[in-house]
């Protein structure tokens, strides 16, 4: 079985940080692409951040500066590090494996005082 098990999520106040971990079962993640999408609650779900197999990355336009993705190979495990977090950022981030449609479960981040 593959499984992808996101974890780090949790409650934070605007401007604090956080990361998230991605670790996966049942597949080597290197060479593959890995991403990190979010949905906020009633909003459609949207990329935040890919990096590539040679550790390339991309962000989206809002969280650009104040994220970053990055990967372990040797541990399996792709993260998400957030800081300066606003409450627009609150939604349920998952993490997937995209050319092959595997999808973590998601974990709940929340951005309020």
């Known amino acids: 079985q593959v499984q992808l098990v996101e974890s780090g999520g949790g409650l934070v106040q605007p401007g604090g940080s956080l990361r998230l971990s991605c670790a996966a079962s049942?597949?080597?993640?290197?060479?593959?692409?890995m991403s990190w999408y979010r949905q906020p609650p009633g909003k459609e779900r949207e990329l935040v951040a890919t990096?590539?197999?040679?550790?390339?990355?991309i962000y989206a336009d809002s969280v650009k500066d104040r994220f970053t993705i990055s990967r372990d190979n040797t541990k399996n495990t792709v993260y998400l590090r957030m800081s300066g977090l606003k409450p627009e950022d609150t939604a349920i981030y998952y993490c997937?494996?995209?050319?092959?449609?595997?999808w973590g479960q998601g974990t709940q981040v929340t951005v309020s005082s």
């Open positions: 049942g597949i080597s993640l290197g060479p593959y692409y």
């Open positions: 990096i590539s197999s040679r550790f390339n990355t």
């Open positions: 997937l494996v995209p050319t092959l449609n595997y």
